[in-house]
């Protein structure tokens, strides 16, 4: 029997024994992985999934984490610049030996899932919402109603609405705003003097 199965954007025709380069994954040598996207089981009776079959899975060993051989870009700009730049590059690879595949069961075998490992450009980007709620949580809500912060001088619409995009919506929140707070607010830089003018504003 064989599997077709997808991992990494790729596709591989797999049976019970072979040597298997993928994109990295999350797993550390020696331990057990199963990928669950399973296009097609060839064999007697072949079956194509839509796009997947329900319940197969392909289960592996992982051997060693590996780079792929090394890749050359090179660039060259011609005319006013002339200039030139090489980059090399090798891809981060898992090296895993085919054990098993299960045409059915495969949520009930208890082998974890082949994951991907993210790279360190999404990890960044994830992270950002995080903080952005954090900093709205931690942000005070001294006032109900939104006040309109563009009276504060050096403050415009598109200041205004990165404000309260962090949570900050009226003179007495950003009044309040600690230094570690103004700290977190990645979307727009709060200046002093604006803190110092939403206090007078919050006096009303």
Do not use: C
Not at 60 to 79: L, N, P, S, T, W
Not at 121 to 133: D, H
Not at 159 to 174: D, I, P, Q, R, W
């Amino acid at each position: 029997m064989f599997a077709v199965l997808k991992t990494g954007g790729k596709q591989y025709k797999v049976q019970a024994g072979d040597i298997l380069r993928v994109e990295k994954l999350a797993a550390d040598a020696g331990e057990k992985v199963q990928f669950n996207d399973v296009l097609m089981l060839g064999g007697d009776a072949p079956v194509v999934g839509a796009p997947f079959i329900d319940g197969a899975a392909v289960q592996a060993e992982v051997i060693e984490q590996i780079k792929g051989d090394k890749v050359i870009k090179f660039v060259k700009r011609r005319r006013k610049h002339s200039s030139k730049r090489t980059v090399g590059h090798r891809q981060k690879l898992t090296l895993v030996k085919i054990t098993d595949i299960l045409p059915s069961g495969a949520d009930k075998s208890g082998v974890k899932a082949a994951t991907g490992s993210a790279p360190a450009g999404e990890v960044a980007k994830a992270a950002k919402p995080a903080k952005k709620a954090a900093a709205k949580a931690e942000a005070p809500a001294a006032a109900a109603a939104a006040d309109d912060l563009t009276k504060i001088t050096g403050v415009g619409p598109a200041a205004a609405k990165k404000l309260a995009e962090a949570g900050v919506e009226s003179f007495a929140a950003l009044a309040a705003l600690s230094d570690e707070q103004i700290a977190a607010i990645e979307t727009v830089k709060v200046k002093p003097e604006w803190v110092e003018q939403a206090k007078e504003l919050a006096k009303g």
